[in-house]
């Protein structure tokens, strides 16, 4: 069990712009976007990180890499868009329930910072 204000979105206790759903994972959009279009995709599944991921969990972290090209399909971002999985404090991972940032819509560098 977890109390993240992750697991609260995927509860409805708090409001977010969900833009897709399945029986194992939540899409939405991020509250304070780096990029024109900035979603979050999360597995239900209460994960804190993908270093903690077990291999039960493969065919899950799958998942939503796929729910993530699904998402860049539907938005029509499909040839430019980038994803990020933060792990850890240290590489700026504030929310501990694991989530796939994917931004999309302005230029992108090389390395990323
Ligand atoms: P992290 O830094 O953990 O990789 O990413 C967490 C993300 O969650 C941040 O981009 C932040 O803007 C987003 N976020 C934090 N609180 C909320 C919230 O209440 N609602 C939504 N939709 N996004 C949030």
């Given at each position: 069990m977890s109390d993240t204000l992750f697991q609260k979105i995927i509860d409805r206790e708090i409001p977010a712009e969900i833009v897709y759903e399945d029986e194992l994972s939540l899409a939405f959009k991020d509250i304070?976007?780096?990029?024109p279009n900035h979603i979050l995709i999360i597995p239900?599944?209460?994960?804190?990180?993908?270093?903690?991921?077990?291999?039960?969990?493969k065919a899950l972290l799958g998942h939503l890499m796929y729910v993530a090209g699904e998402i860049a399909r539907k938005l029509g971002i499909e040839d430019a868009f980038r994803l990020v999985v933060n792990n850890g404090a240290d590489a700026q991972?504030?929310?501990f329930h694991l989530h796939i940032h994917l931004i999309a819509g302005r230029p992108f560098n090389w390395p990323p910072g």
């Amino acid at each position: 069990m977890s109390d993240t204000l992750f697991q609260k979105i995927i509860d409805r206790e708090i409001p977010a712009e969900i833009v897709y759903e399945d029986e194992l994972s939540l899409a939405f959009k991020d509250i304070n976007p780096v990029a024109p279009n900035h979603i979050l995709i999360i597995p239900k599944k209460h994960i804190a990180k993908i270093a903690d991921a077990k291999l039960e969990d493969k065919a899950l972290l799958g998942h939503l890499m796929y729910v993530a090209g699904e998402i860049a399909r539907k938005l029509g971002i499909e040839d430019a868009f980038r994803l990020v999985v933060n792990n850890g404090a240290d590489a700026q991972q504030t929310v501990f329930h694991l989530h796939i940032h994917l931004i999309a819509g302005r230029p992108f560098n090389w390395p990323p910072g």
